[in-house]
């Protein structure tokens, strides 16, 4: 699903990424961990297409992340679904709407988007929220519309950058449970994350940078 070949960033002279191979397979779920400037979201940018690495290659399903031409940058990253730590939702919008812009900015036929919205906002036990502003939710339930929202397109790989960095431990499970049900159901999932004992928790494999280089998960 995908597979890093020698793939190194540089920002003028400061090293993010040094060379780093690996590949996961359709379907798999791993960590990438590593200390604060080890390159963890300069990785999950170049997935997004961000960026482009300095050298080499980024393979991403069928795509070949340098060769994208304009048309199919849409089409790709439509595979590629994202949560961040701050889900920025727009606050004077309903949960429903929020999860519905996705679909709305793709040109996804209209009539098919309830249905799509209500699927993923069930899928993260929010479909009773739906009419609701995110200002009257807890940090917990709006990282879910956050998670509803990067899946609403049904991605084939699901990209995290510390989802659970403002939640406790408890809440933090319950994103993990959800991670772990979309990976049952095919899909390929990738969270960066400095939360050790979350990571020691669960039996995934840990992919750990280092100064840019991978030096663990290989
Ligand atoms: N746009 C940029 N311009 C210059 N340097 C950058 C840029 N983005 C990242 N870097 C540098 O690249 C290195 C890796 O940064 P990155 O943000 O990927 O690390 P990280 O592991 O995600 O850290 P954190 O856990 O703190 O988010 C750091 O030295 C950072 O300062």
Redesign the pocket.
Known sequence: MIEFQNVS?R??A????DDVSFRLDPGEMSFLV????????????QLICL?APTEGRVLVGNFDLRRLTAEQLPIYRRKVGVVFQDPQLLMDRSVYDNVALPLQASGFDRKAIPHRVEAALQQVDLSELAGVLPTALSSGQRQRVGIARAVVHRPALLLA??PTGNLDPDLSKKIMKLFTQFRNHGVTVLI?T?EQALVESQPFRVLR?DG?RLVEGQ
């Open positions: 960033k920002y003028g400061r090293v993010a990424l590593g200390h604060s400037g080890a390159g963890k979201s300069t990785l999950l940018r960026e950058d510390e960066a400095h940078l840019g």
